[in-house]
Antibody
Framework: QVQLRESGPGLVKPSATLSLTCTVS??????????WSWMRQSPGKGLEWIGY???????NYNPSLKSRVSISIDTSKNQFSLKLTSVAAADTATYYC????????????WGQGTLVTVSS | SYELTQPLSVSVALGQTARITCGGN??????VHWYQQKPGQAPVLVVYRDNNRPSGIPERFSGFNSGITATLTISRAQADDEADYYCQVWDTNTHVVFGGGTKLTVL
């Protein structure tokens, strides 16, 4: 059974860097069959794609966040991570990691999500 | 950048058919996927590649892409279907694109 789980601080100070990790079980992040992705959802709002990483290390980011985002992958731990710099209150959201199928470009498995609040 | 348009809300009487639309430029050239999200939960894939259901999704959920609009149809709507629904496509330039979401209310 494929499972993804987000972990990281639930509270981040303004101007600091938000760091989250997604631990994957039941599937290998070293597979060419999937992209590994981050999304977020501000309270009461819709889904926003942040970016994804491929096993090769290739990344793509939402242009609106590109200057502040980086996604990395650790195949030895079967994890991938998100860093978002210079956060502000507008970055307060539930952050989801998910698996994107390479062949169909749809998300077949999601993590449960983790709420990150930006506040001093 | 590519955009998808969904109605903010749709209402359906219990046992009737709900239709949720998703519009975008030349959407017929794209595969449309649909997710259901209940309050406090992660999204769940209910239809992929326009009209395919993942295992475990009831046959009451179906999709169609007419080329002008993509539609998620929920037949014999149940109280448990009340949720937010999002369409999603892959665009060559924008990559992953989500619609704004539709709140389905079952009356």
């Amino acid at each position: 059974q494929v499972q993804l789980r987000e972990s990281g601080p639930g509270l981040v100070k303004p101007s600091a860097t938000l760091s989250l990790t997604c631990t994957v079980s039941g599937s290998s992040v070293n597979s060419g069959s999937y992209y590994w992705s981050w999304m977020r959802q501000s309270p009461g709002k819709g889904l926003e794609w942040i970016g994804y990483i491929y096993y090769s290390g290739t990344t793509n980011y939402n242009p609106s966040l590109k200057s502040r985002v980086s996604i990395s992958i650790d195949t030895s731990k079967n994890q991938f991570s998100l860093k978002l710099t210079s956060v502000a209150a507008a970055d307060t959201a539930t952050y989801y990691c998910a698996r994107l199928k390479f062949s169909g470009k749809y998300y077949d498995y999601w993590g449960q999500g983790t709420l990150v609040t930006v506040s001093s | 950048s590519y955009e998808l348009t969904q109605p903010l809300s749709v209402s359906v009487a219990l046992g009737q058919t709900a239709r949720i639309t998703c519009g975008g430029n030349n959407i017929g050239s794209k595969n449309v996927h649909w997710y259901q999200q209940k309050p406090g939960q992660a999204p769940v894939l209910v239809v992929y590649r326009d009209n395919n259901r993942p295992s475990g999704i009831p046959e009451r959920f179906s999709g169609f892409n007419s080329g002008i609009t993509a539609t998620l149809t929920i037949s014999r709507a149940q109280a448990d279907d009340e949720a937010d629904y999002y369409c999603q496509v892959w665009d060559t330039n924008t990559h992953v694109v989500f619609g704004g979401g539709t709140k389905l209310t079952v009356l």
